[in-house]
């Protein structure tokens, strides 16, 4: 046997082995995926998010649901179907009103919904994002593959050659016969001319509408689409996942669970504090920190919970910006307190444990009274000064903040684990950005700012708001005239005052900028279509 031939056989074989084989598609996904990668060019391309965004991802859910066979675990999961009521109702916003905040609930429910169905077991919401963004890593290349010549390329590539060299001699004689007929009948000149033009034409609209842009953005879509439709089960965050539990584990190979070490001068060597000394440890800093806090919730109950009315010159800004983030940051550290203090065996020292316990939870419940007070200096500055997107902002996070604290009593009295509470908290975060995705609250916005007892209104804020704002705009124009001051936001010069002429020859300029857009791309446009800027563009024509 000659072993210099056969070698190189084998080592060619074994690479051959070595290449990870081609995903398995079926049917329904061979079909869908040309499908969704021409309706994500379709829907997408130099289009606005819209209908498009709604229609794009009911075409995802239905397809991968399509898939799932009716034994499936991922139908008895119940993450599984809340992340599919929130897909739902974010893709219904979309269509209602397309504003940011429903196009970012839409597309993060979308993919934390892909996570769910490739691993039903989860129930980490970020662990279920991850997993359907490793999902995409593992479908792409696979069907990708797909794309490619078969192995037996180079043969029939021969073959073609071979037939194609047959071809040359009846291509060449019909070329001359072509040229003898064309030059002995007019008629025939005519008519293959003008064949040959439209031929011509054909080609030359072909490669005119070719945009190498779009066939890229076509890619996209069909790599966007591979990930969404097939499924490549992802293990790495569910098992990592199964590790966590929901109550701490007393740990008893451990005499204590502080990580501080005690210096021992007399053998100059350092040992682990024991629970008690944590226990004094944790109490101290409860007792201290408390008592600090009650002195901070008395000011702020005494001060601005009741009655609270800011002087002329009262800095209302600094009161509200400065004072808020560094209440929300000492929140968020009071937090971080307790989770270390009973992240252990601490949880499980029964001779102070109530103790502990009861301070913890006054703790807790102290913050909670200085998140109040953050959310009363949020309202005051809303009161005076009027209603923006960060004060909305700071509502939805106060809202997430109470949840959390809550949640940390329950890791209290209920030996809760860290894993529980991100698990809780990760919902609660999906479910905010679920209700902020639900409402219209540009209009809101309108609806606030513009009424008389402001001393200032920010015209140019509201212009720049999405045009189905105009028509609240519009019918409160009367009060651009009786405000005492008008602003519009130059990016070089600040906000410059406006006369009430010049602040109603804007709105007329904007209105009739966004109507005569509007109209110029309602017929062609339709994958941005929402109801809301239809709405609003019924109302600017009747009036």
């Not at 691993?119 to 963004?133: E, G, N």
């Not at 109470?402 to 919902?427: D, E, H, M, P």
């Amino acid at each position: 046997m000659n072993t210099d031939i056969q070698l190189p056989i084998t080592i060619e074989r074994t690479a051959q082995r070595a290449v990870a084989p081609r995903i398995s598609l079926t049917t329904l996904q061979k079909l869908l995926l040309p499908i969704g990668a021409i309706a994500f060019d379709v829907l997408f391309w130099e289009h606005a998010a819209g209908l498009n965004l709604a229609l794009y991802t009911l075409f995802v859910v239905g397809g991968v649901l399509a898939g799932q066979p009716l034994h499936a675990a991922v139908w008895r999961s119940g993450y599984f179907w809340f992340a599919l009521s929130g897909t739902v109702l974010s893709a219904v916003m979309v269509v209602v009103y397309a504003s940011g905040a429903a196009q970012l609930a839409c597309v993060a429910s979308l993919v934390i919904l892909l996570g769910y169905v490739n691993q039903p077991h989860l129930k980490l919401v970020v662990y279920a994002l991850l997993t359907a963004i490793a999902n995409l890593g593992h479908a792409v290349p696979g069907v990708l593959s797909y794309l490619r010549p078969p192995q037996n390329v180079g043969s029939k590539a021969a073959r073609t050659w071979f037939y194609g060299r047959l071809l040359v001699l009846p291509v060449l004689v019909l070329g001359l016969f072509h040229v003898l007929f064309s030059l002995a009948n007019p008629k025939y000149n005519a008519l293959s001319a003008r064949a040959l033009q439209m031929l011509s034409d054909w080609l030359s609209e072909i490669f005119v509408h070719i945009s190498v842009p779009e066939l890229l953005f076509c890619l996209l879509g069909l790599v966007l689409t591979a990930g969404a439709l097939v499924v490549v089960p992802v293990h790495l965050f569910a098992d990592h996942e199964s590790r966590f539990g929901e109550f701490v584990r007393r740990q008893r190979n451990r005499v204590a669970s502080f990580a501080v070490r005690q210096p021992d001068f007399r053998t100059r060597s350092f040992r682990p504090l024991d629970l008690r000394k944590e226990y004094l440890m944790a109490l101290a800093v409860l007792a201290l920190v408390n008592g600090l806090l009650l002195m901070v919730n008395a000011i702020d109950i005494n001060w601005i919970w009741f009655g609270f009315q800011p002087a002329p010159s009262f800095d209302l800004t600094q009161f509200v910006h400065e004072g808020t983030y560094v209440l929300i940051l000492s929140i968020l550290v009071a937090m971080a307190i307790v989770l270390w203090f009973f992240r252990r065996n601490l949880n499980f020292y029964h001779p102070g444990l109530r103790t502990l316990r009861i301070g913890a939870t006054v703790w807790v419940v102290q913050n909670a009274v200085l998140a109040i007070s953050v959310g009363l200096r949020n309202y005051y500055y809303i009161l005076h000064t009027g209603l923006a997107y960060k004060r909305i902002g700071v509502y939805g996070f106060l809202l997430l903040t109470l949840f959390g604290l809550a949640t940390i009593l329950f890791k209290i009295w209920q030996q809760r684990s860290a894993y529980a509470l991100v698990r809780l908290n990760a919902l609660a975060a999906y479910a905010v950005l679920l209700l902020l995705g639900s409402g219209n609250w540009e209009i809101w916005i309108a609806r606030y700012n513009l009424q008389n007892r402001f001393a200032c209104v920010d015209i140019g804020f509201l212009l720049d708001m999405p045009g189905r704002v105009l028509p609240e705009v519009v019918e409160r124009r009367a009060v651009l005239n009786k405000v005492p001051k008008l602003t519009f936001e130059d990016g070089y010069n600040g906000f410059i005052p406006l006369e009430p002429e010049q602040a109603q020859t804007r709105l007329d300029a904007t209105v009739a900028e966004w109507v005569r857009h509007y109209e110029a791309h309602r017929l062609y446009d339709w994958q941005s279509w929402n109801y809301a800027d239809y709405q609003a563009y019924q109302q600017l024509k009747r009036r």
